[in-house]
T-cell receptor, first 117, second 114 residues
Framework: AQTVTQSQPEMSVQEAETVTLSCTYD???????LFWYKQPPSRQMILVIR??????QNATENRFSVNFQKAAKSFSLKISDSQLGDAAMYFC??????????????FGTGTRLTIIP | DTGVSQDPRHKITKRGQNVTFRCDPI?????LYWYRQTLGQGPEFLTY????????KSRLLSDRFSAERPKGSFSTLEIQRTEQGDSAMYLC????????????FGSGTQLSVL
């Protein structure tokens, strides 16, 4: 079974600075998808960024980018120019390749990000 | 289309009562998922549907839990004889056949069992 580990329960960053959230995962598969979701106090899960394992290029979405290290099974999220609205719980998640069945997201335990004005 | 809709947003019930939650997915999304999230934890998978077929159920889903998606559109999650340990946020998500891996989540139903 796949597992997702987020070893940083809490992180804080000064507004306008850069912060990196860590995630590692365990799988025996070669094709899969990785995600970062954001959950603000409203508790709505919002997709931040998506990475396909077969792509070597790291995904970017505006101020959000990832560092995907497939061999190390590491998937970190970098938030540049942090804004007050970035304050939330951030969850790393794994989705297997559909050809293997078991098609569901597996989440880590989350990292609470605080933005310091 | 306004996204995944869940009803009610909050539910308070007494132990032993039955409760039912509803989820309306994004139109034409054929996959529908239910997750449970307790405070300070990540969402845990409960079950999912492809159209009206329930394809997988987690071991977390005890006999007191049942989910349906009778016409392949909205889904209901029923919990019978609720226990205090059932208190959690119940999240629904949907995805389309083209990009099954991209799940869009609703705002959840917060259940409190007294």
């Amino acid at each position: 079974a796949q597992t997702v580990t987020q070893s940083q329960p809490e992180m804080s960053v000064q507004e306008a600075e850069t912060v990196t959230l860590s995630c590692t995962y365990d799988t025996s598969e070669s094709d899969y998808y990785l995600f970062w979701y954001k959950q603000p106090p409203s508790r709505q899960m919002i997709l931040v960024i998506r990475q396909e394992a077969y792509k070597q290029q790291n995904a970017t979405e505006n101020r959000f980018s990832v560092n995907f290290q497939k061999a190390a099974k590491s998937f970190s999220l970098k938030i540049s120019d942090s804004q007050l609205g970035d304050a939330a719980m951030y969850f790393c998640a794994y989705f297997p390749d559909p050809s293997f069945g078991n098609e569901k997201l597996t989440f880590g335990t989350g990292t609470r990000l605080t933005i310091i004005p | 289309d306004t996204g995944v809709s869940q009803d009610p947003r909050h539910k308070i019930t007494k132990r032993g009562q039955n409760v039912t939650f509803r989820c309306d997915p994004i139109s034409e999304h054929n996959r529908l998922y239910w997750y449970r999230q307790t405070l300070g934890q990540g969402p845990e998978f409960l079950t999912y549907f492809q159209n009206e077929a329930q394809l997988e159920k987690s071991r977390l889903l005890s006999d007191r839990f049942s989910a349906e998606r009778p016409k392949g559109s909205f889904s209901t999650l029923e919990i019978q004889r609720t226990e205090q340990g059932d208190s959690a946020m119940y999240l629904c998500a949907s995805s389309s056949g083209l990009t099954n891996e991209k799940l869009f989540f609703g705002s959840g139903t917060q259940l409190s069992v007294l």
